[in-house]
């Protein structure tokens, strides 16, 4: 049983940075990959980034240039740094763990909020 536990989201300003952590409770060597996606009031959930164990990476092209995933492999967390916020980044985001290609589990939920 994993379990996916996001923290950092808060109500930032346009332009403005944030940090979102996403603890896992088992070794994350053991998941093929980790990933964060946004869901919006309204919209489809989609991708924003992920990183495989190997240390793939990929990014959704709204967010290049200005996020970043990256792992701590010790402390078992993904995180997800967030830079130049736009009102557009305004999402719910969510921890995903691919445990096999059929098999994913899901955090929580984080709040992210743009806005002046």
């Known amino acids: 049983q994993v379990q996916l536990v996001e923290s950092g989201g808060d109500l930032v300003q346009p332009g403005g940075s944030l940090k979102l952590s996403c603890a896992c409770s088992?070794?994350?060597?053991?998941?093929?990959?980790m990933g964060w996606y946004r869901q919006a009031p309204g919209k489809q959930r989609e991708l924003v980034a992920r990183i495989s164990t190997g240390g793939s990476i990929n990014y959704a092209d709204s967010v290049k240039g200005r996020f970043t995933i990256s792992r701590d492999n010790a402390k078992n967390t993904v995180y997800l740094q967030m830079n130049s916020l736009k009102p557009e980044d305004t999402a719910v985001y969510y921890c995903?763990?691919?445990?096999?290609?059929?098999?994913?589990?899901w955090g929580q939920g984080t709040q992210v909020t743009v806005s002046s």
């Open positions: 995903r763990a691919d445990r096999t290609v059929f098999s994913f589990v």
């Open positions: 088992i070794n994350i060597f053991s998941i093929v990959a």
